[in-house]
Structure formats: structure tokens, C-alpha cells
């Protein structure tokens, strides 16, 4: 009955909706022609004027000079400076304009011959829209239920929410897209192969304003869209099962066919301003590996999954229609729900908060950890009765395919990432450029997220250095910087908690497990006592679950008590960085840990 009734729901929700999705491409004639005598001054050559809530031109046949350019304006204050450069990147478009008219003006620079064409426009389908406004009123008896009032939207995003965006194709909005450390825009494979390629959702938008009366799509100003490049791209998934346990039964769903999760990696081209997305909006995520599902056994973990996905509010608040969101949830031990053998390559989490999708809109939204800018993978799709599945950043296809999406010969630079074993990948970046330089391959690209690098520059080698998500400046003289950022400790408590609560030790009968000092400076004495005699593997983890030293492998070790020091190195001899860690012993039939915290 539950299934029925939230299905019911659904399709009212999409029936009442999918109206205000009406638009069409009318074909217009407009040609306008100059020759090398006319330069110098911009004049309007003319005002296009269509009865639709938003306007695209498409210049079709086009041909500008070096030095000419168009400028579209409308009444609002949006402007659009298009050279012939910027023509060829929006495929001989337009931005979207919000409102019914769009001036056109030309300068014809120095001995430029010009033609200008209008050969179409896209507009909302007004005369749909007319007949369906009693079907959008009555959303709001629609929407009138409990999940609205504990719905979790956070208006007071952090900064670097301003990396997500989301997609459109005009009166259109669907799914999410962010940024990575190299610029790529990561998705869904849902967006980037079936919407993008196939639906004409070929323009990503950031700093969305609120929706127009019934909830409308309102576009930002074109300097805030930027168009896709529809041909280049990668796309996976993965398939996993549930195994059958908890309160769900996987035999009852239905409509779901094969189980799997997905997602795309595509490339934003630059916009009128001449950037793209990570250097005009200067922020970016940075990418870890997920958790390993032993770590997720033994505390808790909180993550923000941004997005742009249609919610119940949005049917009661019609100008949050499509606007930025936070869904604030805990992680789930993917080996507990799971029968997949590489069951730590997905992020599961719970969808219990209050924020309940009608759709599957929010496809693609980073999964970060809570308050920080750090991805943990790639949400697909909210699920009505198990846990949410994302793909995790310990699935290689995907990690390696964000890595090299632009160049196999690259590679990354972040001062403020928390890693110290840094190998150059995206997911480990250099802390310092010259660090970079000097394992960078001849001819091969050096990737700098924004920040003030300090260094002494002395380059010998040839080398591209690129900066695609942010301002970078690279000081003349100075000394080498200390890294700026760690993972903090708080990272594992309860959102908006403080400081560490009770005692971090995990001790249960069995091995007797303790460490002492705790936390430590220089070293920490790791103790344990064994029942019996048996092999024994005793390992150090970081709070992401990656193995950064073994301190114990044997065969075979005899039963009572054993103690191992560990010196705060990793397996490359070098210091460990500051934070949380994860002390864990294992014999042929138990597993215990401990979790440290080094100074």
C-alpha cells in the first residue's frame, strides 16, 4: 500500500508538471550583411520578440571578423558579448535569456566583412502553458504532507557550493554537475550520455536564481552558462546486489530491472567571458577515496550531497524549483548491505532526513564530506525502500577516468589537500608545483589548484602548467609552505559537533586492543592479547580506510600478550600528517581496532 500510495504521488507530481516543459524551436529570417567601410561604433541591428518566458537564438550560417563582435542584451541587464570563437564554442547560439525580447547589436571591427544570420529561436510553447494553469495550482493540495515541514534545505550553503551547477535545455532543468580539480564537470551517465548527446541538455548554468511564479525555470546570467561539448566524454557504472536483509525485501521491488549505479565525466567549454566553470567560479572539490566499509563499522561518518533535484518543498515554494539543495545524511557500511566482492566501490547512505525526491533529478550530485569540500564519490539515484547507492572514488575505472579525462601526461598540485603521500593523481596530488615539474613528463601538463604557491621557480624542463579551477600565484622568492589542511578530526562526529567525544578506544574481549599514549606526538605502543596462537596482521589506516602501514605480519604468533610500537611513519618512512587513525588487528577468525589520534 505504501508503494501505491508514493507512486500515486509521483504520477500527479510529473502530470502537473511536465507541461510547464513546453518549448519548441520556431524558425525566424533575419540576415544582415556589412562590408570593410563600416567599423568603429556598435549598433543595433535588431530585437528579436517571441511571447515566451525565455529566448535562444541560433546563428546558423554566421560569419564575423577577427576583430568583430556581438552583443546581446535584454531588458533585465543580461549581456552576452559573442566573437566568432565564442560562436563556434555555444554552436552558433545563444545563451539562454530570461524574458521575451533580446536586442542585437554589432561592431564591425577594422576591415571585417560580416553576415550576420538568425536562423531560429527557442522559446517556451506560451500557448500550452495558457491551457495547463489550473493543473499547476493544484500542486499545492499535492504537496500537503508531513515530509514538507522536515525537509532539511540548507540556505546557507558553504562556499564551495558555488562548484555545482546543473543542467538545462531552457524551460528544462535536470540533474547536477560539479567540478573537479582538473576542470572536468562530473555527472551522472544518465546527463552526460542521455541528456546531453541525445535530449539537447547542452548548457550547464551555476548560481542559479530562484524560479519564476509556478515554479518556471529561471535562468542566471549568461556569464554564469556555459555550453557542453557534447562529443567529448566518459561513462561507466557498475552493477552490485542487495543482499536481502534489514526492512527491505528486494523481491518486492518492481520497475527497477538490473541493479546498477553510473556515472559521466564531461567538459564545459569556455563562455563569453572566456573561462570555464573552475576558473570563473574558483572553487572545485577535491577527490578522495571513500571510506572502507570496516571504518564505516566503527563510527560515523556525514556527508552533503549537493544537487539540484526537484523536492516536495518545491511544489508548496514555487521559486525553488530546481535550486541548489543539500541533503545532509550517514554513511552505511557497504560490506553489511552488499553482496558484491568489491562492495567498497559504492557510497551507501541513508535518504531517512526529511528530503524526499519526486524524481530522479538529483542524478549526479557530488557526495562531499559534511562542511568540507571533499568528494567521495557520485550520487545516482535515491531509492524508495533500501539505503541510496553511489559510486565511489575507490572504483578505479572512475578514479583513473577523472585522472586522465584531459591527458594521460598530467599531473595535480593542491596545497590544500590532506595527503602526505602525495603521487601526483588527482585523488593524491603534489603539495608543491616543483615537486610536480620534477615528476611531470617531458611536454606533459601540470595541473594547479588555485592558491599562493610560495616557491622559488627555477624550471629546466618543458612543461605545461595549467591552473583550471581557480586563481594561482606562484611567488618569486620565499620559503617552501607547510601544508595548509589536514582532515579533521571532527570530520567522523555528529554534524555542528565539537571535539572528540568519550574514549576513541574500541575494546571489546578478545584481543585486550589498546594504545598508549593516546593521543601521541612521536609514537604510539600498540597492545593486544591473543587467545590462541595465529597469524596476526596488524595494520595502520587513515580515516578514509587506505592502508598507510603494516606494523605486524606473521604466520603464525604465539597466544598472550604482544605489543608493537608505531612511530607515527608511513610505509615510505615518512611522517604521517596529523588527524585520525585507525590501528586494526586481524587473526584468521576475529578483527578488532583501535582508533588513534596523532599530534
Given at each position: 500500500?505504501?508503494?501505491?500510495?508514493?507512486?500515486?504521488?509521483?504520477?500527479?507530481?510529473?502530470?502537473?508538471?511536465s507541461?510547464?516543459?513546453?518549448?519548441?524551436?520556431?524558425?525566424?529570417?533575419?540576415?544582415?550583411?556589412?562590408?570593410?567601410?563600416?567599423?568603429?561604433?556598435?549598433?543595433?541591428?535588431?530585437?528579436?520578440?517571441?511571447?515566451?518566458?525565455?529566448?535562444?537564438?541560433?546563428?546558423k550560417?554566421?560569419?564575423?571578423?577577427?576583430?568583430?563582435?556581438?552583443?546581446?542584451?535584454?531588458?533585465?541587464?543580461?549581456?552576452?558579448?559573442?566573437?566568432?570563437?565564442?560562436?563556434?564554442?555555444?554552436?552558433?547560439?545563444?545563451?539562454?535569456?530570461?524574458?521575451?525580447?533580446?536586442?542585437v547589436?554589432?561592431?564591425t571591427?577594422?576591415?571585417?566583412?560580416?553576415?550576420?544570420?538568425?536562423?531560429?529561436?527557442?522559446?517556451?510553447?506560451?500557448?500550452?502553458?495558457?491551457?495547463?494553469?489550473?493543473?499547476?495550482?493544484?500542486?499545492?493540495?499535492?504537496?500537503?504532507?508531513?515530509?514538507?515541514?522536515?525537509?532539511?534545505?540548507?540556505?546557507?550553503?558553504?562556499?564551495?557550493?558555488?562548484?555545482?551547477?546543473?543542467?538545462?535545455?531552457?524551460?528544462?532543468?535536470?540533474?547536477?554537475?560539479?567540478?573537479?580539480?582538473?576542470?572536468?564537470?562530473?555527472?551522472?551517465?544518465?546527463?552526460?550520455?542521455?541528456?546531453?548527446?541525445?535530449?539537447?541538455?547542452?548548457?550547464?548554468?551555476?548560481?542559479?536564481?530562484?524560479?519564476?511564479?509556478?515554479?518556471?525555470?529561471?535562468?542566471?546570467?549568461?556569464?554564469?552558462?556555459?555550453?557542453?561539448?557534447?562529443?567529448?566524454?566518459?561513462?561507466?557504472?557498475?552493477?552490485y546486489?542487495?543482499?536481502?536483509?534489514?526492512?527491505?525485501?528486494?523481491?518486492?521491488?518492481?520497475?527497477?530491472?538490473?541493479?546498477?549505479?553510473?556515472?559521466?565525466?564531461?567538459?564545459?567549454?569556455?563562455?563569453?567571458?572566456?573561462?570555464?566553470?573552475?576558473?570563473?567560479?574558483?572553487?572545485?572539490?577535491?577527490?578522495?577515496?571513500?571510506?572502507?566499509?570496516?571504518?564505516?563499522?566503527?563510527?560515523?561518518?556525514?556527508?552533503?550531497?549537493?544537487?539540484?533535484?526537484?523536492?516536495?518543498t518545491?511544489?508548496?515554494?514555487?521559486?525553488?524549483?530546481?535550486?541548489?539543495?543539500?541533503?545532509?545524511t550517514?554513511?552505511?557500511?557497504?560490506?553489511?548491505?552488499?553482496?558484491?566482492?568489491?562492495?567498497?566501490?559504492f557510497?551507501?547512505?541513508?535518504?531517512?532526513?526529511?528530503?524526499?525526491?519526486?524524481?530522479?533529478?538529483?542524478?549526479?550530485?557530488?557526495?562531499?564530506?559534511?562542511?568540507?569540500?571533499?568528494?567521495?564519490?557520485?550520487?545516482?539515484?535515491?531509492?524508495?525502500?533500501?539505503?541510496?547507492?553511489?559510486?565511489?572514488?575507490?572504483?578505479?575505472?572512475?578514479?583513473?577516468?577523472?585522472?586522465?579525462?584531459?591527458?594521460?601526461?598530467?599531473?595535480?598540485?593542491?596545497?590544500n589537500?590532506?595527503?602526505?603521500?602525495?603521487?601526483?593523481?588527482?585523488?593524491?596530488?603534489?603539495?608543491?608545483?616543483?615537486d610536480?615539474?620534477d615528476?611531470?613528463?617531458?611536454?606533459?601538463?601540470?595541473?594547479?589548484?588555485?592558491?599562493?604557491?610560495?616557491?622559488?621557480?627555477?624550471?629546466?624542463?618543458?612543461?605545461?602548467?595549467?591552473?583550471?579551477?581557480?586563481?594561482?600565484?606562484?611567488?618569486?622568492?620565499?620559503?617552501?609552505?607547510?601544508?595548509?589542511?589536514?582532515?579533521?578530526?571532527?570530520?567522523?562526529?555528529?554534524?555542528e559537533?565539537?571535539?572528540?567525544?568519550?574514549?576513541?578506544?574500541?575494546?571489546?574481549?578478545?584481543?585486550?586492543?589498546?594504545?598508549?599514549?593516546?593521543?601521541?606526538?612521536?609514537?604510539?605502543?600498540?597492545?593486544y592479547?591473543?587467545?590462541?596462537s595465529?597469524?596476526?596482521?596488524?595494520?595502520?589506516?587513515?580515516?578514509?580506510?587506505?592502508?598507510?602501514?603494516?606494523?605486524?605480519?606473521?604466520?603464525?604468533?604465539?597466544?598472550?600478550?604482544?605489543?608493537?610500537v608505531?612511530?607515527?611513519n608511513?610505509?615510505?618512512?615518512?611522517?604521517?600528517?596529523?588527524?585520525?587513525?585507525?590501528?586494526?588487528?586481524?587473526?584468521?577468525?576475529?578483527?578488532?581496532?583501535?582508533?588513534?589520534?596523532?599530534?
Open positions: 500500500m505504501k508503494k501505491l500510495m508514493i507512486d500515486v504521488v509521483l504520477c500527479v507530481v510529473i502530470f502537473s508538471t507541461p510547464l516543459w513546453a518549448q519548441k524551436i520556431i524558425p525566424y529570417n533575419f540576415y544582415h550583411q556589412t562590408d570593410s567601410s563600416a567599423e568603429g561604433s556598435l549598433q543595433v541591428i535588431t530585437t528579436v520578440n517571441a511571447s515566451s518566458n525565455f529566448l535562444r537564438l541560433y546563428f550560417g554566421t560569419q564575423l571578423g577577427k576583430e568583430s563582435y556581438l552583443v546581446l542584451e535584454t531588458a533585465d541587464g543580461a549581456k552576452q558579448k559573442l566573437h566568432y570563437r565564442d560562436l563556434e564554442n555555444w554552436g552558433f547560439s545563444s545563451a539562454y535569456f530570461n524574458g521575451n525580447a533580446v536586442k547589436s554589432l561592431y571591427g577594422k576591415g571585417d566583412m560580416n553576415k550576420i544570420i538568425i536562423n531560429a529561436v527557442k522559446v517556451s510553447d506560451g500557448e500550452m502553458e495558457k491551457s495547463t494553469v489550473k493543473d499547476v495550482v493544484g500542486r499545492k493540495n499535492v504537496s500537503s504532507q508531513p515530509a514538507v515541514a522536515n525537509s532539511d534545505i540548507n540556505y546557507e550553503l558553504p562556499p564551495h557550493a558555488a562548484a555545482v551547477g546543473r543542467f538545462t535545455n531552457g524551460n528544462k532543468s535536470y540533474g547536477t554537475g560539479w567540478i573537479a580539480p582538473n576542470g572536468a564537470i562530473v555527472t551522472s551517465q544518465r546527463v552526460a550520455y542521455n541528456l546531453v548527446q541525445e535530449d539537447g541538455y547542452d548548457v550547464i548554468e551555476f548560481n542559479i536564481p530562484p524560479s519564476n511564479h509556478y515554479g518556471s525555470v529561471n535562468h542566471p546570467g549568461p556569464d554564469d552558462q556555459y555550453p557542453v561539448n557534447i562529443n567529448k566524454r566518459d561513462i561507466g557504472s557498475e552493477n546486489n542487495y543482499k536481502r536483509k534489514h526492512d527491505f525485501d528486494i523481491e518486492n521491488e518492481d520497475g527497477y530491472g538490473e541493479w546498477h549505479t553510473t556515472w559521466g565525466i564531461i567538459e564545459a567549454l569556455p563562455n563569453s567571458t572566456g573561462l570555464r566553470p573552475g576558473e570563473r567560479q574558483q572553487h572545485h572539490f577535491q577527490i578522495v577515496r571513500n571510506p572502507g566499509s570496516f571504518t564505516l563499522e566503527s563510527t560515523n561518518v556525514w556527508v552533503d550531497i549537493f544537487h539540484y533535484g526537484e523536492i516536495t518545491d511544489l508548496i515554494y514555487e521559486s525553488q524549483y530546481r535550486t541548489l539543495k543539500t541533503h545532509v550517514k554513511l552505511l557500511p557497504s560490506e553489511e548491505y552488499l553482496t558484491s566482492n568489491d562492495h567498497d566501490n557510497v551507501l547512505y541513508n535518504k531517512d532526513n526529511g528530503d524526499i525526491t519526486l524524481s530522479d533529478s538529483d542524478t549526479g550530485a557530488p557526495i562531499a564530506y559534511n562542511q568540507f569540500n571533499i568528494a567521495i564519490g557520485v550520487h545516482d539515484d535515491f531509492l524508495f525502500w533500501p539505503p541510496a547507492v553511489g559510486t565511489g572514488f575507490r572504483n578505479s575505472e572512475l578514479l583513473n577516468g577523472l585522472d586522465h579525462f584531459f591527458s594521460s601526461d598530467v599531473v595535480y598540485v593542491d596545497q589537500s590532506f595527503w602526505d603521500s602525495s603521487t601526483g593523481a588527482i585523488d593524491k596530488p603534489y603539495f608543491q608545483v616543483l610536480a615539474i615528476h611531470a613528463d617531458i611536454s606533459g601538463i601540470v595541473s594547479i589548484a588555485k592558491g599562493t604557491y610560495d616557491e622559488p621557480m627555477y624550471v629546466t624542463k618543458a612543461v605545461t602548467l595549467k591552473a583550471p579551477v581557480g586563481k594561482v600565484v606562484i611567488g618569486e622568492e620565499g620559503v617552501f609552505n607547510t601544508r595548509k589542511a589536514t582532515l579533521p578530526r571532527e570530520l567522523f562526529l555528529e554534524p559537533t565539537a571535539g572528540l567525544q568519550g574514549n576513541l578506544e574500541e575494546n571489546d574481549s578478545g584481543f585486550d586492543l589498546k594504545s598508549f599514549p593516546n593521543p601521541f606526538t612521536l609514537s604510539t605502543e600498540i597492545n592479547s591473543l587467545e590462541k595465529s597469524g596476526v596482521d596488524v595494520s595502520v589506516y587513515d580515516n578514509l580506510g587506505n592502508k598507510i602501514k603494516s606494523l605486524v605480519h606473521e604466520k603464525i604468533q604465539s597466544h598472550g600478550y604482544h605489543s608493537v608505531w612511530d607515527g608511513n610505509e615510505s618512512g615518512l611522517q604521517a600528517m596529523p588527524g585520525l587513525y585507525v590501528i586494526r588487528i586481524e587473526t584468521g577468525s576475529q578483527s578488532k581496532i583501535v582508533k588513534v589520534i596523532k599530534n
